[in-house]
């Protein structure tokens, strides 16, 4: 079946460094994939998203490109904010019922 | 326009005890769901609806009961709470499209 593979957090950066979160999948056909953010207490809230191979989603400074020869959508940001502190969820969407299959998160620590 | 809302927020149960969670969206939407969220292990399907009067089974539905009588909730039961059940509870809905809207969440404790 479908799956997302996440690093393991939590990643712990000082604000205004570079950012990236690894995530890879394995899905047969070709899936829609997204990145989701929880802030502490809240429900997910979609950040970005890439529909097809070499999309680039982006948003709020975040951005990760659709790759599909090595099964991979990166989470990245140039410059990390301590606002940014959150936990980052990979999914991908293989249009089975509008189901998602979400990798395990990963916690974002941002220290000013 | 309130979005996809949870009731409640919190609960503390006994083992053996039963209770519904409530999911309510007013954005008119088909598709409704209910995870789980349990550390390290990311989001996991209990349950999900295509539509009124429909619901079919996820990833983890043992011990879950839901039901779709209103388009616009979706209720997720447990009969006999067990301590395994103990996690924290999202409800999300979509249009048809991508995107899936989630609730803010209900922290389950079961004793």
């Known amino acids: 079946g479908d799956s997302v593979t996440q690093m393991e957090g939590p990643v712990t950066l000082s604000e205004e460094a570079f950012l990236t979160i690894n995530c890879t999948y394995t899905a047969t056909g070709y899936p829609s994939l997204f990145w989701y953010v929880q802030y502490p207490g809240e429900g997910l809230q979609l950040l970005l998203k890439?529909?097809?191979?070499?999309d680039k989603g982006s948003n709020k400074g975040f951005e990760a490109t659709y790759r599909k020869e090595t099964t991979s959508f990166h989470l990245e940001k140039g410059s990390v904010q301590v606002s940014d502190s959150a936990v980052y969820f990979c999914?991908?969407?293989?249009?089975?019922?509008?189901?998602?299959?979400f990798g395990g998160g990963t916690r974002l620590m941002v220290k000013p | 326009n309130a979005g996809v809302t949870q009731t409640p927020k919190f609960r503390v149960l006994k083992t053996g005890q039963s209770m519904t969670l409530l999911c309510a969206q007013d954005?008119?939407?088909?598709?409704m769901y209910w995870y789980r969220q349990d550390p390290g292990m990311g989001l996991r399907l209990i349950h999900y609806?295509?539509?009124?009067?429909?619901?079919a089974k996820g990833e983890v539905p043992d011990g879950y009961n839901v039901s779709r009588l209103k388009k616009q909730n979706f209720l997720l039961g447990l009969e006999s709470a067990a301590p395994s059940q103990t996690s924290v509870y999202f409800c999300?809905?979509?249009?048809?499209?991508?995107?899936?809207?989630f609730g803010p969440g209900t922290r389950l404790t079961v004793l």
């Open positions: 890439a529909t097809k191979a070499d």
């Open positions: 999914a991908l969407n293989n249009n089975a019922g509008n189901m998602l299959t």
């Open positions: 954005m008119n939407h088909e598709y």
């Open positions: 609806s295509v539509g009124e009067g429909t619901t």
């Open positions: 999300a809905s979509t249009a048809g499209g991508d995107t899936q809207y």
